[in-house]
């Protein structure tokens, strides 16, 4: 039996073990998810129409966001970096298991707690106070399709991010502008479909748009499902091949300093 399911498994365990935790995460989330909806009903009463949404899909696409926000690690990165500082990564690269497919394996268990745990808060209170939209359950299930691949795709980034350190002495520089990248190109800030013109085109085709914008138009009815996610798939399938020769140069540059 292959070891991966065993690695998401133990993640999985290791990150409900504080479902206390958890939940106040969850709390803070749905707290901002407030905020940001009052903002974009604001926003919406002026444009009632802005980027081919009307008010309840902003408020929906909201509450979706903060529920998501977790699970595909908007914020953070991975524990890889602090290893590959500390030269930890050693022990890892010594494992019958490549490195990716290891790390990768920790990510999808941690990406299920977290949904578990920290969507719930946000969507609920959403739902009360509001009227959100509900999808189909073909539209339902074609959104759990382009969860799958916004993790992949969120992983496959934080994990170059991570690999950087091989030949960074400091990674902060490199995670902020991760991080920036990432809350401005996902549709975290502010729905892409409102960025004018050629912005608002470029951000579409960039594969941070794969993280929220691209899942929450699936689960909204704004997209087609085949189109869509055979975008999050191509841009999960081109990073992962990145992440898997950067691997292989980041071992080749440790074994020849001496790793």
Request: proline share 5%; glycine share 8%; with cysteine.
């Amino acid at each position: 039996m292959s070891v991966h399911p065993w690695v998401a498994w133990y993640a999985f365990r290791r990150h409900t073990a504080y479902p206390l935790g958890a939940f106040t995460e969850g709390l803070t989330n749905t707290v901002f998810g407030l905020l940001r909806a009052y903002i974009l009903i604001a926003v919406w009463a002026e444009r009632p129409s802005l980027g081919g949404y009307d008010v309840t899909d902003a408020v929906t696409f909201c509450f979706l966001t903060q529920a998501l926000l977790g699970a595909v690690q908007v914020f953070g990165g991975m524990d890889l970096t602090a290893r590959i500082r500390t030269g930890d990564v050693a022990i890892d690269l010594y494992r019958p298991v490549g490195l990716l497919g290891w790390w990768l394996a920790d990510d999808v268990g941690r990406a299920l707690a977290t949904l578990l745990l920290r969507a719930g808060p946000p969507l609920l209170t959403g739902a009360i106070i509001f009227d959100l939209r509900a999808p189909s359950p073909a539209r339902a299930a074609a959104f759990a399709a382009a969860f799958a691949l916004a993790v992949l795709v969120s992983f496959a980034l934080r994990y170059l991010v991570a690999l950087a350190m091989f030949w960074l002495s400091d990674d902060q520089g490199v995670q902020m502008i991760s991080l920036v990248l990432t809350l401005f190109f996902s549709g975290m800030v502010l729905p892409l479909v409102v960025f004018p013109g050629a912005l608002g085109t470029a951000a579409g085709w960039l594969p941070w748009s794969a993280l929220i914008q691209v899942p929450a138009d699936v689960y909204l009815g704004k997209r087609d499902v085949a189109g869509a996610l055979a975008f999050q798939a191509a841009w999960a399938a081109a990073l992962l091949a990145a992440a898997h020769l950067v691997t292989r140069a980041a071992r080749h540059r440790l074994v020849v300093q001496g790793g």
